[in-house]
């Protein structure tokens, strides 16, 4: 898994950043989307929408693919270390949505897709529940990496940039999916407990049976 994301980076936007946005807005979008395409006006207008102002001369523009910085000052470190956050999270967030579907997939081939399926075991139901336990952890880490210091133009950026890359969305679609693991590993956990007490009351009932015929054969014998 990889994100691909590209940067313009301008110190001359004359006469102001917005205009100069107006003016090259296809070049722009082009840019942004690494196409060749010609993009109508609402795509434009959706590619080219998402802005954070630090000042009346400084502009950054945020898309899905691509972000265009301007700062007359050429400051631009701050912006590409945000963008490169948000792509951080995402690729997390990415990584850890795999790891659910494979733990997924090896739960429905353990239990559900074999012509003759293998009964649950003490082993087995401890590696679904460690690894889902190290998906929970990745999770947590995956969050506590967002509580970013900064003033007021860092959180709102990074407002524009988690809007833009669905980081939300991603988080709640992640937290969904771990919870219905759990409730899935919970009831084979449940299940291999009924199966086991099971097995434990049938080894009883057959030593009473045999402890019974026992005392028959002695009977008899007698």
Do not use: C
């Amino acid at each position: 898994l990889f994100e691909e994301y590209w940067i313009l980076l301008v110190k001359d936007s004359s006469p102001a950043p917005d205009p100069w946005i107006e003016k090259n807005a296809l070049g722009l979008a082009n840019f942004i989307r690494s196409q060749r395409d010609v993009f109508d006006t609402e795509e434009m207008r959706e590619i080219l929408g998402s802005r954070a102002r630090y000042s009346a001369d400084e502009l950054t523009l945020v898309d899905w693919e691509g972000a265009v910085i301007i700062a007359p000052q050429a400051d631009f470190r701050s912006d590409i270390a945000l963008l490169k956050i948000g792509n951080y999270q995402l690729l997390r967030y990415r990584m850890l949505d795999q790891s659910i579907e494979d733990l997924l997939d090896k739960i429905s081939e353990s239990f559900f897709q074999k012509s003759r399926r293998p009964r649950a075991t003490r082993g087995l139901i401890r590696q679904l529940a460690e690894h889902r336990l190290e998906i929970m952890l990745d999770f947590e880490r995956a969050e506590q990496s967002l509580l970013l210091i900064g003033d007021w133009y860092t959180a709102k950026l990074y407002k524009v940039i988690q809007d833009e890359f669905y980081l939300d969305d991603w988080k709640a679609t992640i937290k969904n999916k771990l919870d219905s693991l759990e409730s899935i590993i919970q009831i084979i956990q449940d299940n291999f407990s009924v199966s086991w007490s099971s097995f434990v009351d049938l080894l009883q009932a057959v030593g009473w049976l045999l402890l019974l015929i026992g005392y028959i054969i002695l009977f008899f014998m007698d």
